[in-house]
């Protein structure tokens, strides 16, 4: 099932997308019981999925992206958290940060786990059974507050009003049984900088569950960055860096594509 969020006359709500383009009005809670109903909807703006209880990252998850990061390959997965509020909505401007001004913003683009129930210390046999589904992300980083100003971490780089576009669906577990294999690309302003697979992850789907659950309590609503693969604008040269006017663009397989402009933040 392919799931929107979109803006209703009364406010968010969710729908299904139905294989004639239509959308069904889902009832009820989307990490409890929901139904999908009869009534067509015609959807408003599209909105993000979701609004995460949380967002856990995981940094240097592919082989190749370790490499061209001169970093060794980690012995556990690297975990770093983004702000919920950096969440944009498909279509929406990425913005540029001003007032903690950044010359060096980059893209990145990801899968990202939803999680649809509460779970610790989750096997790995079993991690897949707590996924909602799954939808695109778009990882965006500022690489000098991630590298210089942020004091050894990584958060005050990720985590800007809307350095976490999401969408442009949330595509339920049971069409993608194995999310391990989907085709990944980033696109900016028609050219393609990003173009691998989800297979190359050093630590797969049910592993980055399995380790964020154990001794840790994953909310529903969790939403999980599994980490991008190579081709990101740093590791570039000269290097790549989103700049206003630019349009990027997410597309992984059986999902879909999440495309946003790119903006200098408002004063």
């Not at 909105?47 to 970093?71: D, F, R, T, V, W």
């Not at 997965?77 to 940060?97: W, Y």
């Not at 005050?156 to 391990?180: A, H, M």
Request: glycine share 8%; with cysteine; charged share 20%.
């Amino acid at each position: 099932m392919k799931i929107i969020r979109h803006l209703s006359p009364t406010g968010p709500a969710w729908a299904a997308l139905q294989p004639d383009g239509s959308a069904r009005a889902i009832t009820g809670d989307l990490f409890g019981d929901f139904q999908v109903t009869g009534q067509e909807v015609k959807p408003g703006k599209l909105l993000a999925p979701l609004q995460p209880a949380n967002l856990l990252c995981i940094g240097l998850n592919y082989k190749q992206h370790a490499a061209e990061s001169n970093s060794p390959t980690p012995v556990h997965p690297v975990l770093f958290i983004k702000n919920t509020a950096s969440v944009q909505n498909p279509g929406d401007p990425i913005e540029l940060p001003v007032k903690l001004a950044s010359t060096k913003v980059d893209y990145e683009c990801e899968l990202a786990i939803v999680i649809g129930r509460r779970c610790k210390n989750v096997s790995k046999a079993e991690a897949l059974d707590y996924v909602l589904g799954y939808t695109c992300a778009n990882d965006v980083s500022a690489r000098d507050w991630q590298r210089d100003g942020g004091g050894g971490q990584w958060c005050q780089g990720k985590s800007f009003d809307t350095f976490c576009p999401l969408g442009p669906v949330l595509v339920t577990r049971d069409e993608i049984p194995n999310p391990n294999a989907l085709r990944i690309r980033t696109v900016l302003n028609g050219a393609v900088m990003q173009d691998w697979n989800t297979d190359d992850m050093i630590f797969d789907v049910p592993s980055i569950i399995a380790f964020l659950s154990a001794s840790k309590t994953l909310l529903p609503g969790t939403v999980i960055l599994t980490g991008t693969p190579h081709g990101v604008g740093f590791a570039r040269n000269p290097p790549v860096w989103l700049k206003a006017g630019d349009s990027v663009s997410i597309e992984i397989e059986k999902i879909g594509t999440l495309t946003n402009p790119v903006i200098n933040e408002p004063a």
